[in-house]
């Protein structure tokens, strides 16, 4: 470390001692602050930590994570596809053909072509539940010049947007976007590519043909499902996951803590600190689960304080499926068993219409009770 360092890294840690409530919260950080409440962005390592998610190698770019770009293009494209649903009949054929992109088009129904898929990317009970959805989204337009109401689908608005609700109550494009969110983006980078088994791959040599070890590689992918730009949130966020972490970000510091973890990690590969990569991990799947939960828990608050039908549904379906998400959160960090989420979801029951502000607090008082 040069004198410059270390003249900076004094002036730092005497900035700390002087005010108690931000400063550096990483463990891992050479001037880790154990009193300090919010992480100000001094936090200094023995390897180099970039400012945003940019890392090379000999020159050229080392991150890769196209097939997460396009499912998440391919999931856009889906919720818009059901959000037409309001002004004319949907094919349940057509949105399964996209949900498994059939032909690698989705059987002419993206406007892109890949080689990759949503459905392999989640459990056979989860592939079976988003069809299901996707059937009721289909089913649900065949009503759509009628008015929703309770038993009857069709279609509600609130005055300056509308929506598309089965004969149960369920917006069926938010139900749809927030299992894409949970069962594939979540599972995916917090359970698949986070794994011990990924997390185990080789580090040592670079894949074939490309500019990244594998494990350098599989955090990519996991960085990916969480769509953010490399510079966020500088630049800010667009939608799914990272639109929610910047929604959540006045209370739980969830931009700063979701990117700074993803940037550590990454470069504590790099730098072969291991220990240093687990808590990172460790950091972003207790900050992702929060944020469904608190996500949830505002929804639900937005609910019981409208009049509204279009609103508070609209908002119900919002927070059934942050809830459900919930199911996706590594066993190691999981604030919810699967059998408490399980029992959460049903305290919503099968039709929203008949949700009382009473049933609305028991969720929010459950959520509160573990986040």
């Known amino acids: 470390m040069n004198l410059k360092t270390i003249f900076y890294a004094t002036l730092i840690i ?5 005010c108690k409530k931000s400063g550096c919260t990483d463990e891992a950080a050479d001037n880790y602050n154990a009193k300090a409440k919010k992480d100000d962005g001094s936090c200094l390592y023995s390897y180099p930590v970039p400012n945003n998610y940019e890392f090379n190698r000999n020159g050229a770019t080392s991150v890769n994570y196209s097939g997460q770009t396009d499912r998440l293009n391919q999931l856009r494209e889906i919720v ?28 002419g129904n993206f406007s892109f072509t890949s ?28 009503s759509f010049a009628q008015t929703a109401s309770n038993g009857q689908a069709g279609l509600l608005s609130n005055g300056t947007s509308t929506y598309l609700f089965t004969s149960s109550g369920f917006d069926v494009k938010e139900i749809t976007e927030k299992l894409g969110m949970g069962a594939i983006f979540m ?25 990244y070890t594998a494990m350098e590689h599989y955090w990519d992918e996991a960085f990916g499902y969480f769509g953010v730009d490399k510079n966020f949130p500088t630049v ?34 790099v730098a072969k600190k291991y220990t240093d990569r687990d808590e990172a991990i460790r950091q ?32 119900l379906s919002e927070a059934y499926g942050f809830v459900y998400s919930l199911r ?44």
């Not at 818009?80 to 059939?102: C, H, P, R, Y």
């Not at 799914?240 to 929604?247: I, L, P, Q, R, V």
């Not at 970000?249 to 931009?255: E, H, P, T």
């Not at 996500?295 to 608050?301: F, R, V």
């Open 236 to 269: 800010p966020a667009t939608d799914f996951w990272s639109e929610y972490c910047e929604a959540q970000n006045a209370s739980l510091n969830s931009n700063s803590i979701m990117m700074n973890n993803f940037i550590k990690g990454r470069a504590a590969i």
């Open 80 to 107: 818009a596809k059901i959000e037409t649903g309001q002004t004319q009949s949907l094919n349940s054929v057509d949105l399964k053909d996209m949900f498994a992109n059939t032909n690698g088009n989705g059987n």
């Open 115 to 142: 080689s990759r898929q949503l459905k392999d990317k989640c459990f056979s009970i989860d592939q079976t539940l988003f069809e299901q959805w996707l059937d009721s989204a289909a089913l649900a337009s065949q």
């Open 284 to 315: 972003i799947s207790i900050m992702w689960e929060k944020i469904a939960a608190k996500q949830a828990i505002t929804y639900l608050e937005a609910a019981k304080n409208t009049a509204n039908d279009a609103t508070r549904l609209h908002k």
């Open 187 to 211: 599972y995916q980078a917090l359970n698949v590519y986070f794994g011990s088994t990924n997390m185990s791959a080789d580090n040592a040599s670079l894949v074939t043909g490309n500019n």
């Open 14 to 18: 005497g900035s700390l001692a002087a």
């Open 328 to 371: 996706y959160a590594p066993t190691a960090t999981r604030k919810m068993t699967q059998t408490e989420v399980s029992n959460t979801i049903n305290l919503f029951g099968a039709n929203l219409w008949n949700l009382n502000v009473s049933d609305i607090n028991n969720i929010i008082t459950v959520l509160n009770s573990k986040y």
